[in-house]
């Protein structure tokens, strides 16, 4: 089983940053892809980025050059810098650990950007 906490959601003006972070327990990341997605009431949840264990990276067109997602296994922890923050970036995101053909799933952090 693996626990997956989210943290550094909050609100911030339009072309603000935050520092998202995803502490993950019970098993080690090392070998998992790691994925943020986010979700806005009435809406399917949106896949924001995703990292796999060689570090590959892939982001939404919507997200491209303004967020970055990146991992460190030793902290079991992964993060995403939200930079040039837009309106439409107003979500709650959540963290994912997919490995073994199992999905996790954290609780969500709320991102509100006020225009």
């Known amino acids: 089983q693996v626990q997956l906490v989210e943290s550094g959601g909050g609100l911030v003006p339009a072309g603000g940053s935050l520092r998202l972070s995803c502490l993950a327990s019970?098993?080690?990341?090392?070998?998992?892809?790691m994925r943020w997605y986010r979700q806005v009431p009435g809406k399917q949840r949106e896949l924001v980025a995703s990292?796999?264990?060689?570090?590959?990276?892939v982001y939404t067109s919507s997200v491209q050059g303004r967020f970055t997602i990146s991992r460190d296994n030793a902290k079991s922890t992964v993060y995403l810098q939200t930079n040039s923050l837009k309106p439409e970036d107003t979500a709650v995101y959540y963290c994912?650990?997919?490995?073994?053909?199992?999905?996790?799933w954290g609780q969500g952090t709320q991102v509100t950007v006020s225009s």
């Open positions: 019970g098993s080690s990341i090392s070998f998992a892809i």
């Open positions: 994912n650990s997919q490995q073994a053909g199992l999905n996790y």
């Open positions: 990292v796999n264990s060689g570090g590959g990276i």
